[in-house]
């Protein structure tokens, strides 16, 4: 008869900590191995070790959208192929934007792990690849359907008991046209997986088994107190807000973005009932990205200093329209699955800002605002891509951040301007706050950025750049921010607003100045201190 063990509490911290340590290791060895800048210097992944039901042990720092999909995935495909498919010395990806619910780009690298020949849990890792076969190089802002987003790759092993699938790596990289980059980022994915393998055998080796898996159980039950505690504290009742984006890249229809929360004793609803049906454009997103987005809604308002483990979100009911664009067909585009779960978080943050008004800030970056530029057919191929940073919204305590991605990215980053003008031909003319467009208010919206390119060689360019007509709001008398712009000057040609693009020819010398929104204030502007004013225009914050 099995004895029941009783870790002491030290040894549930020690195992804690050291899942999460496992996965700081997975990240620094995937972004050291990455062949791409996409991923080593803009650490555009996420990692993760989780239990045999997919279940979060551990993560590094990284882009929290990524981090809830990685244990969506790794559940659908549990579910889809059963434990029993997964053996030792195995390695599976997959990218289908109906598995993992973002773009085909975001691809999910995952290894099983065995204990004494029993499966035991997973190391996960997901990283954007640069070009996966799409009718275009990199991003597609003008796609209408999954089938011009590139390769889609089911739940498949890339490696089987140890050996390397040379015929499967050969199809991914044909459809590639970078495919030495994407051969040499798939195997930094599977050396992440592998280093979080054996950190797992390691934490069990010292522990043994059944001390590890009580340790588990344990501080996923700290886990789901702490968020019952924290949604108890929030007053019952239903809340809701509503938004819009600009357009699906194909039509400028707004698309609606509806969100309703409901608080019920420890208890937490939230549903997207009312949002915009599926887009003929790509905002779209899988139901595994969908539910990855609220969660993180979720943990900014409940519970945000502790760290996220599979004891997380169970007190969390989250509802989603079949065939809206949260939930869509498998056929959908989904290139840019982003910017209606952006605002959707955003949203559930404004909807609660009246019941707990100290959790909650205003508007902040509404978009991962992305630019472009390729050549896949010059004397030397390039392809650089990057989101781009703005402002966060202020908040009860103080003023927004400035320059910072949108809370969905994370630990992501811009280039640095030595690495894109080495390693591309393109010269940074100006990177640097934009003065005035933090939203006024008693605590003033942090400041978006003025990123200025000029090309050195001909090329096309490529723009998604969101919510100019839905800035960054402002919460209790605060004022918006400044919306986004982007303005291209080709040589001999006027300036002019380009906001989405796709594949747009520009010659050499075109200059391209990005203008990234700022956050949106809190209070009433004329309560902000006389030195608060004098300090923002000694700093030139403001105009």
């Known amino acids: 008869m099995h004895t029941p063990v009783t870790p002491s509490p030290a040894t549930v911290e020690i195992v804690r900590h050291a899942f999460m340590s496992g996965a700081e290791q997975m990240r620094r060895n995937l972004c050291r191995s990455a062949y791409s800048p996409v991923i080593y210097e803009m650490k555009d992944c996420s990692v993760g070790l989780y239990d045999a039901r997919g279940d979060l042990l551990g993560q590094a720092p990284g882009l929290p959208f990524f981090l809830g999909s990685l244990a969506g995935t790794i559940k659908l495909v549990l579910e889809r192929v059963g434990a029993g498919a997964f053996e030792e010395g195995d390695v599976w990806l997959v990218n289908d934007s109906a598995i993992c619910g973002s773009h085909l780009n975001d691809v999910t690298v995952f290894a099983p792990i065995f204990v004494d020949g029993t499966l035991r849990g997973f190391s996960g890792a997901k990283a954007h690849w640069n070009d996966v076969g799409a009718k275009d190089a990199g991003y597609v802002s003008d796609s209408t359907d999954i089938f011009q987003e590139g390769l889609r790759i089911p739940p498949m092993r890339i490696i089987r008991a140890g050996e390397l699938d040379e015929q499967l790596l050969d199809l991914i990289t044909l459809n590639s046209r970078f495919p030495g980059a994407l051969a040499g980022d798939l195997m930094a994915q599977v050396t992440a997986c592998r280093t979080g393998a054996e950190r797992f055998h390691s934490i069990v080796d010292r522990y043994g ?20 505690a924290s949604v108890a504290e929030i007053p019952d009742g239903v809340y809701r807000a509503e938004g819009a984006l600009d357009g699906d890249g194909i039509s400028d229809r707004p698309v609606p973005v509806v969100v309703t929360v409901t608080v019920e004793g420890d208890e937490m609803t939230i549903d997207l009932e009312g949002s915009s049906p599926e887009c003929r454009g790509s905002i779209n997103s899988g139901i595994v990205q969908t539910r990855s987005a609220i969660q993180q809604a979720f943990k900014f308002l409940v519970n945000p200093d502790d760290p996220v483990c599979g004891g997380n979100f169970r007190n969390l009911e989250i ?11 498998p056929t959908a585009a989904c290139l840019h699955y982003g910017p209606h779960l952006m605002l959707a978080i955003d949203l559930v943050v404004r909807a609660l ?8 800030a205003a508007g902040h970056v509404g978009d991962s605002w992305n630019i472009t530029f390729v050549n896949e057919r010059g004397r030397e191929p390039f392809l650089a891509g990057e989101s781009i940073i703005g402002g966060w919204g202020a908040h009860e305590h103080g003023d927004g951040e400035s320059a910072l991605v949108h809370s969905a990215a994370g630990d992501f980053k811009n280039y640095p301007v030595e690495i894109m003008e080495q390693r591309y031909p393109l010269r940074l003319r100006r990177h640097g706050l934009r003065t005035g467009s933090g939203g006024d208010g008693r605590h003033r919206g942090g400041l978006g950025i003025v990123r200025e390119y000029e090309t050195l060689e001909p090329c096309l360019l490529s723009l998604w750049f969101e919510r100019h007509d839905t800035p960054a709001w402002g919460l209790h008398g605060g004022k918006d921010g400044a919306p986004p712009e982007v303005w291209v000057t080709r040589p001999g040609e006027e300036r002019r607003l380009v906001l989405k693009c796709n594949a747009m ?25 006389p030195q608060n004013r004098a300090e923002d225009e000694r700093l030139g914050l403001i105009d």
Do not use: N, Y
């Open 209 to 228: 088994w059944d001390q590890v898996e009580a340790s588990i159980e344990r501080f996923f039950a700290q886990a789901e107190a702490a968020d019952r």
């Open 353 to 360: 800002s009246d019941a707990v008004p100290e959790r909650a």
């Open 319 to 329: 509802k989603v329209p079949k065939g809206s664009c949260f939930d869509p067909s």
């Open 505 to 529: 020819p520009v010659p050499a010398g075109t200059v391209v100045e990005v203008h990234s929104g700022g956050g949106g204030g809190w209070g009433d502007p004329a309560e902000r201190s």
